[in-house]
């Protein structure tokens, strides 16, 4: 029991004993220690022996202070009972299976993609992936691929119009930072391609990023051609 409870326990208590013997003291002061104003003690209520002298009360407490008492100390023991430090416990469900030589340690995060999982998804619309680099290391635009966890920003896209085979790419018109020649780097740049239905009906994604060339020769492998397709700026092409 905490000790704040304990003082506040003890201070009930008492002030319930003054509460039931604090009259009986009165009761015995008056009748027997103080000196009677009369002209007996017999007369202000005193008992007597058989000489007649003065005696003392006999203090008791009676059935009903009995109960009373009973009832202070029940209700201040359950007032305290929840003063104490409680403490939560968090049950972890087992994972061994009930074998004993189980590996029980945390699991280490290798930071790589779980081993079975799903690639990340190429949906262009999907701002989030074309704002950061999702692969570090991974291919940059027009670099060919068969799933979104070779390319830079987990995206691999397939653009009937610009190459027979998918490539990765990203979408330019996410905000700061996200424009084709912001990863412009050793001497390669990036131009954006912008489509619209009625022209590419075939086209899934009206914006992505591609290389920008002078010659196939610019090119990465795959490709046929180097050819404006949106634009004025040529760009690397497979036919």
Same mark, same amino acid.
């Given at each position: 029991m905490c000790l704040w409870c304990r003082?506040?326990?003890?201070e009930f208590v008492l002030t319930s004993l003054d509460a039931v013997l604090l009259p009986r003291s009165l009761l015995w002061w008056e009748t027997v220690v103080k000196p009677p104003e009369g002209p007996?003690?017999?007369a202000q209520g005193g008992p007597s022996d058989s000489c007649g002298k003065l005696?003392?009360?006999?203090?008791?407490?009676e059935e009903g202070d009995v109960r009373r008492l009973v009832v202070f100390g029940v209700t201040v023991g359950l007032m305290t009972l929840g003063c104490g430090p409680t403490t939560e416990t968090h049950v972890i469900p087992s994972t061994?299976?009930?074998n004993p030589? /189980?590996?029980?340690?945390?699991? #280490?995060?290798?930071?790589?993609?779980?081993?079975?999982?799903?690639?990340?998804?190429s949906n262009l619309s999907d701002c989030l992936l074309s704002q950061s680099i999702q692969n570090p290391g991974g291919k940059l635009?027009?670099?060919?691929?068969?799933?979104a966890a070779e390319c830079l920003y987990g995206l691999c896209h397939s653009s009937p119009t610009v190459a027979t085979f998918k490539f990765c790419t990203k979408n330019p018109y996410c905000g700061p930072g996200t424009e084709c020649s912001s990863?412009?780097?050793?001497?390669?740049?990036?131009?954006?391609?912008?489509?619209?239905?009625?022209s590419y009906p075939n086209?899934? /994604?009206?914006?992505?990023?591609? #290389?920008?060339?002078?010659?196939v020769d610019d090119c990465p492998p795959g490709y046929t051609g180097c050819a404006t397709v949106t634009g004025v700026v040529k760009t690397c092409v497979a036919e």
């Open positions: 003082g506040r326990f003890l007996s003690n017999i005696v003392p009360y006999n203090l008791q407490i061994d299976n009930g030589n /189980a590996d029980t340690s945390p699991a #280490q995060d290798t930071g790589g993609p779980d081993e079975g999982s799903p690639p990340p998804t635009h027009s670099q060919p691929c068969e799933n990863d412009d780097t050793e001497g390669l740049t990036y131009k954006a391609q912008l489509f619209n239905k009625n086209e899934t /994604a009206m914006e992505i990023c591609t #290389q920008t060339c002078t010659s």
